[in-house]
């Protein structure tokens, strides 16, 4: 089935049943590859990258001109890894990466909303049941798991698994850190500020939204807190800014009478010794020994994939990748999103927010290798670009004049 590249369908256009069904498939596959708990100890994460890579060559499109040097660049680089690791059977699933850049943008898109729907629902869910354990300190039955991460197991950590929750028992107390369905409120964070990002947090618009703010909010998640003050900043209109600016430091002000968030949020923001207390993506001995790697000649080319296991165990830092492949092909990478950003029709706002969330993901979460960052990277670009046709055409056709 042939589908269409018209960027100015709306959103309340019906769509025909095979085809919707089609979507929600995709949008189930999307969920599974962000790996919720109750699905960490089978392979159905690399079953379902697999399925994408056969559903963007079905659904595939012709990539534009615009995006065609970020794409190649971005095709080079993941190759490149791929040889870094020895082009063994395993790196199929790296090299294949360049796979989801061909499939067609609309489609990307009404699956990725569909996504947005499950999502939302399940933390919705979630939510809940933290509220009643974390806050109402109600004692419902849980289990222990042991976490997905090899490393955090051998140091003994576990979780309490609840129903569509976890929570890390060592963070036990009022207003602990919303783990949600994943291991990491960092993951939790990272995906409910790409959901917001990608459109342009509007809440009157989508519904689905507002439990998707709640769930990062309770994160505790700095870059969802950092994101969300730049993303509603810039998408809010001209005449609403002044009652952003005042709510913010109430918020703020009143949040600080709860016992722990001094911890949680204000804490983050300092700087200490001229260190910023915010940045834990990585141990104090890992920075002084990668200062001193800056020195070396390996630092042009890296020392090889899984190199920064070594040095910054338990971390992860865009100085990872730094470590693994080199400082030219981190430049070549960072280039390759760069170029994409640019060559979106997107408002200098857009590209400003856009910025901040694909540099912030490769700050705090380098996994470069994981296909459903690559693709939220491109919805977060793509749906502003749809949004921005959209807004354009219905002003264009009521003889509205757009502000930027």
Do not use: H
């Amino acid at each position: 089935m042939i589908y269409s590249t018209d960027n100015t369908r709306t959103m309340k256009t019906k769509l025909p049943i095979s085809e919707n069904a089609q979507e929600w498939i995709v949008a189930i596959i999307l969920f599974v590859m962000t790996n919720p708990f109750f699905l960490w100890f089978a392979p159905l994460n690399t079953i379902a990258v697999m399925l994408f890579y056969g559903v963007s060559l079905s659904y595939s499109a012709p990539i534009k001109k615009k995006y065609r040097t970020g794409f190649l660049l971005l095709a080079i680089f993941y190759f490149l890894v791929a040889i870094r690791y020895g082009l063994e059977l395993s790196m199929i699933y790296t090299m294949a990466v360049p796979i989801a850049f061909l499939i067609e943008k609309s489609f990307l898109c009404r699956c990725f909303d569909k996504f947005i729907k499950i999502f939302a629902v399940l933390i919705t869910i979630s939510l809940v049941v933290y509220v009643m354990v974390a806050i109402l300190q109600m004692n419902l039955p849980y289990s222990p798991i042991n976490p997905i991460n090899s490393l955090k197991a051998e140091e003994g950590v576990y979780y309490d698994r609840y129903f569509m929750l976890l929570v890390d028992p060592a963070e036990r107390g009022f207003l602990t850190r919303f783990y949600g369905i994943y291991d990491e409120p960092g993951v939790v964070g990272t995906i409910c500020s790409v959901i917001l990002v990608g459109n342009k947090f509007d809440f009157k618009k989508n519904k689905y939204l507002i439990p998707t703010f709640l769930a990062g909010f309770f994160s505790f998640s700095l870059f969802f807190y950092v994101l969300s003050i730049v993303g509603i900043f810039f998408n809010i209109r001209k005449s609403n800014i002044i009652y952003v600016l005042i709510s913010i430091p109430i918020v703020l002000y009143a949040l600080s009478f709860i016992p722990g968030v001094d911890i949680l949020i204000y804490n983050r923001f300092l700087f200490e010794d001229g260190v910023w207390l915010g940045d834990s993506r990585s141990s104090d001995d890992f920075k002084v020994w990668f200062t001193k790697f800056t020195s070396s000649a390996d630092f042009w080319l890296g020392l090889g994939p899984g190199a920064n296991l070594l040095y910054n165990k338990g971390g992860a830092s865009y100085k990872d990748l730094i470590v693994n492949y080199g400082i030219l092909m981190f430049l070549m990478y960072i280039l390759s999103l760069f170029i994409l950003i640019i060559r979106t029709k997107s408002t200098l706002r857009d590209i400003i927010v856009a910025s901040v969330i694909i540099f912030g993901y490769v700050f705090q979460r380098p996994f470069i290798t994981d296909v459903f960052m690559v693709l939220s990277i491109m919805y977060v670009l793509f749906n502003n670009e749809k949004m921005n046709t959209i807004s354009s055409t219905v002003d264009k056709q009521y003889g509205l004049q757009v502000v930027k």
